[in-house]
């Protein structure tokens, strides 16, 4: 990559963990002046921490940034990264709802002061969205929190584009088109291509392939942390795309799978789901017995619609039929999961607290011999069921989630992504646990965001924008089939 | 920004100030005579430190934290200002100076810990109240001259506590709102990532604003014994919850860095006056606490159908 032009950043083996997930495992990257870079991965694959580390709101734990050919170890900061001409429009809105327009573009930059400060931070902002999305409809005097959500996109997006006594060489934007319309989109894109002629750089992370093929120079695809390719985008199609993001080696499947979903319609349906609101898409079916992976990318609707099951058990619903008792395993642990004041057998125990009863009253061996009992089966390592639950590390927390769930009288079990930041050991055996209990008529509703995971379930369903988008059986399902559902149609 | 009388930001907006008006209003009708620039002076005299005590409140609420040593810290104040502001100026200035960096200091905590505010003010009441009574063990002592002399001041015209009350709305409204690091301020407690994420220090902002809650706090203390002469440790207890009620009913948030400055002291004239109106109505005294909470949950319940009218 000695090329003519100018590197203005190089990473080198960056790396960054968060507790036992090597989120970024030594990642070099090169962006040239004048260069769209797109940058491509399936969830977790790193592509938002890189950003961060680029940004210079996380410090990575190992590696060399190079900015404008000079090494920025140990002193590079946020403030660094705004001095040296590096902005990034977050995935999460980093605006204030409580200011106007013209207020967020001045905490941008402090330069914009003294008086009449707010004069000048709003033309300028009020300027860079005339250029960017002309016919905007947005007044620098309007506070952001009144703003719909792709207003506030594109406030934001012109905030980092603009210009006062800092130069400007990088802009990352960070799926900047999620909440823009078509319309607003191609917009970008052709700003994009305007100010990358003019010898600014960007970083372009999207979902949408069809925006990354067409409008970047390069691309680099990232997965588990690391690059596996980085070409010249004319030598990618979105075939070879998708192929380099997924797993393309199939070979895990187990034949025992295969031999019950053949016989799939003979058992009794329990859960018949259509996301709320969504009669466009397909429906979600479950059969006793069965495990039933929901996938596609994070936050398209899974989540939506385990809790839309979860809340129309034991009730009638237009959309959803249940017939049976449901627990839920929450994904967010420290929020949704474990009652953190609480001890291990309490935690186990509270979903079944009925069978406790004796007149009204806890039986306290009743507690007892149920966390005995649970915390064998699902190996729970700790010597006393008595201790604080916050005594255990995550992945014995969760295989107390999943006691609780499990130990109840349910027949059907909700999984939110229940694995985050569990450990391949635990998984494992929680796996095993998993499909012992499906043979003895359990029924598993699995949300995953692993690829991996998938290979554990008897059917799959695919989600797109809060619809079922895809409902491939045992037999069919690989990871190309469900990468090429969660992307955009094929045109 | 005014779309329509209907617009719920607008309603919002006045809401305080209509309270303010029905109040005085009703006053004015059961008491004719209050409608003179003495009536009126005696009426809102008391108004004086209860909004700048709101003020500060204001301040720490404007980074979603809330403060419940207010009270206790406005009556240390009080205690200093009636004792050693008196005798020796000098020392007295010094230690307002230490009140004012133990609030800021406070703040630090507060951030570095991330400690919830509840709790670390909560147990800073009790500090100040110990040292206000090490300071006065018995209610006594007197205010300096001049602070006597400034409260006492009468201008033409118009009643003093309206002209302070306007001075401290148009001050602070044009540090807080207009000001360019007072965008910064609101900004750190409507998205406090975002304003890390442009390179600001989280630690500076909330250091700023717990040192501005204690100046706003010294002034309040100050122009209350300019009022009573002397002091005493619990002379200002009740103005914890004043001031934050003042504050919300000012049409500030308890998060969100939404606050309003010219609204907060519109608040503490209003709840001032309400404390008035009781008496006039000839409220027996037994009644009048519930009776201000009353007018409080109707003021606050108007404004969350205000808020709710938003939302729809």
């Known amino acids: 990559m000695s090329g003519s032009k100018r590197q203005i950043v190089r990473l080198q083996g960056v790396a960054k963990r968060f507790g036992a997930v090597h989120a970024l495992a030594g990642v070099d990257l090169d962006v040239e002046a004048g260069q769209c870079l797109g940058l491509v991965g399936h969830n977790g694959a790193g592509k938002s921490t890189l950003m961060h580390v680029l940004a210079g709101t996380l410090a990575p734990d190992r590696g060399a940034i190079v900015i404008d050919g000079a090494p920025r170890e140990g002193q590079y900061s946020v403030a660094a990264a705004h001095r040296l001409g590096i902005r990034c429009v977050f995935q999460e809105l980093s605006l204030c709802p409580n200011l106007t327009v013209a207020e967020n573009a001045r905490i941008l930059h402090p330069a914009v002061k003294g008086w009449g400060w707010r004069g000048r931070a709003g033309r300028m902002i009020a300027d860079k969205l005339d250029e960017i999305f002309p016919g905007h409809g947005v007044s620098a005097d309007d506070v952001v929190g009144d703003l719909a959500l792709g207003k506030r996109q594109m406030v934001e997006i012109a905030r980092a584009f603009t210009v006062t006594d800092e130069p400007l060489h990088l802009v990352i934007l960070d799926e900047p088109t999620s909440s823009l319309d078509s319309v607003t989109a191609e917009q970008l894109l052709v700003f994009v291509r305007k100010i990358v002629d003019e010898g600014v750089s960007c970083i372009l992370i999207s979902h949408l392939l069809g925006e990354v093929l067409g409008y970047c120079d390069r691309i680099v695809v990232m997965r588990d942390g690391q690059v596996v390719a980085a070409r010249a985008a004319g030598e990618f199609d979105r075939h070879s795309l998708v192929s380099a993001m997924g797993d393309v080696a199939e070979d895990k499947k187990t034949a025992a799978h295969e031999a019950r979903s053949a016989n799939r319609d003979a058992a009794p349906v329990c859960v018949r789901a259509r996301p709320r609101g969504k009669a466009a898409g397909g429906e979600l079916v479950a059969h006793r017995g069965e495990i039933i992976g929901l996938s596609g990318l994070a936050g398209h609707g899974q989540t939506e619609l385990l809790l839309q099951i979860y809340q129309a058990a034991g009730r009638r619903d237009r959309d959803t039929e249940v017939t049976g008792p449901v627990a839920l395993v929450a994904g967010d642990r420290q929020a949704d999961g474990v009652f953190h004041l609480w001890s291990i057998a309490q935690n186990v125990t509270v979903r079944s607290m009925r069978r406790m009863l004796w007149h009204g009253l806890i039986q306290p061996a009743r507690e007892a011999a149920m966390a005995a009992d649970w915390r064998q089966r699902m190996r729970i390592r700790t010597p006393d069921m008595n201790n604080p639950i916050l005594s255990l590390s995550g992945g014995n927390q969760q295989k107390a989630l999943f006691a609780r769930a499990l130990g109840s009288d349910a027949e059907i079990v909700l999984m939110d992504d229940p694995m985050r930041g569990v450990d391949i050991g635990t998984k494992l055996e929680v796996y095993d646990i998993i499909r012992a209990e499906a043979e003895r008529g359990r029924t598993f509703l699995w949300y995953t965001t692993e690829m991996d995971e998938l290979d554990n379930c008897d059917h799959v369903y695919v989600f797109r924008n809060g619809q079922v988008v895809a409902d491939l059986p045992r037999g069919e399902m690989t990871e190309q089939k469900v990468l090429q559902s969660s992307f955009e149609q094929v045109a | ?312």
């Open chain 2, 1 to 312: 920004m005014l779309r329509g009388l209907g617009n719920p930001r607008f309603l919002r907006a006045v809401l305080p100030a209509i309270s303010l008006a029905v109040i005085l209003g009703a006053i004015f009708a059961v008491n004719p005579r209050t409608m003179s620039p003495i009536g009126l002076n005696l009426l809102l005299q008391l108004a004086v430190p209860v909004a700048l005590a709101t003020i500060a409140q204001m301040f720490i609420l404007a980074v979603n934290d809330l403060d419940l040593s207010i009270g206790g810290y406005v009556g240390l104040v009080a205690c200093i200002g009636a004792t050693f502001l008196n005798t020796d100026p000098l020392l007295g200035v010094v230690l307002l100076g230490a009140c004012i960096a133990a609030y800021a200091v406070m703040g630090a905590l507060i951030h570095w810990r991330n400690l919830p505010s509840i709790v670390v003010t909560l147990g800073m009441l009790f500090v100040w109240q110990g040292i206000a009574i090490l300071v006065l063990p018995t209610p006594g002592g007197a205010a300096p001259g001049w602070i006597t002399a400034i409260m006492g001041f009468k201008p033409p015209l118009v009643p003093f506590p309206i002209v302070a009350a306007v001075v401290i709305a148009v001050v602070v409204h044009f540090a807080l709102m207009r000001s360019s690091y007072g965008v910064i301020l609101r900004g750190a407690g409507g998205n406090p990532r975002a304003v890390a994420r442009a390179g600001w220090s989280l630690l500076k902002t909330k250091l700023a604003m717990y040192a501005l809650a204690g100046l706003f706090g010294v002034l309040s203390g100050l122009s209350l014994i300019g009022l009573t002469t002397s002091a005493q440790a619990n002379i200002a207890m009740p103005y914890t919850l004043l001031s934050i009620a003042g504050a919300i009913l000012g049409g500030s948030e308890f998060v969100g860095g939404r606050v309003s400055p010219v609204g907060a002291v519109i608040g503490a004239l209003t709840l001032t006056l309400a404390t008035r109106a009781l008496t006039f109505f000839h409220v027996p005294p037994d009644w009048q606490i519930g009776a201000q909470g009353g007018i409080l949950i109707v003021v606050l319940a108007l404004r969350a159908l205000i808020n709710r009218r938003e939302v729809a």
